[in-house]
């Protein structure tokens, strides 16, 4: 259980750092270009909140994987992108299936992002949990 902890703590500060990185630089132009009548005047924080809770939490159960010690890195990020490809892709599908004028272009960039920083995130959580020795070689 500590393990599990610590990796989620790790994988959260990575996860936020990096995320709020990309809605700062890209996504929220994009956003705000593409959808922006679509937007809230501001984000609602407990929303946001609830989200990273629960999406780290899959990074770290499918990507990350604290316990399961014989799993390679390679399957950890291959399994950390599957894991951002199908979350964003639920997302993004359902917004072009249900919203009027919906851009494709934004469903495709969403889906690349989700499959991308969660290969990266889930790299970047283990190497750090291996570099900290957690488990030994393994994280």
Do not use: E
């Not at 959808?35 to 809230?40: E, N, P, R, T």
């Not at 599908?93 to 889930?122: E, N, Q, R, S």
């Amino acid at each position: 259980m500590k393990r599990w902890l610590l990796a989620y703590a790790l994988t959260a500060v990575i996860f936020a750092a990096i995320d709020v990185a990309w809605i700062i630089t890209v996504a929220q132009r994009q956003y705000q270009s593409q959808i922006g009548h679509l937007l809230a005047a501001s984000p609602n924080p407990l929303g946001a909140v609830v989200f990273y809770l629960i999406f780290v939490a899959g990074i770290v159960h499918y990507g990350v994987r604290p316990g399961q010690l014989r799993a390679s890195m390679r399957q950890r990020i291959v399994a950390g992108a599957f894991f951002g490809f199908f979350a964003y892709s639920t997302w993004a599908l359902t917004a072009l299936a249900v919203l009027k004028d919906f851009p494709v272009m934004i469903a495709v960039t969403d889906i690349a992002w989700g499959a991308g920083v969660c290969a990266l995130v889930t790299w970047l959580a283990v190497a750090a949990l291996r570099k900290i020795r957690l488990g030994g070689t393994a994280a």
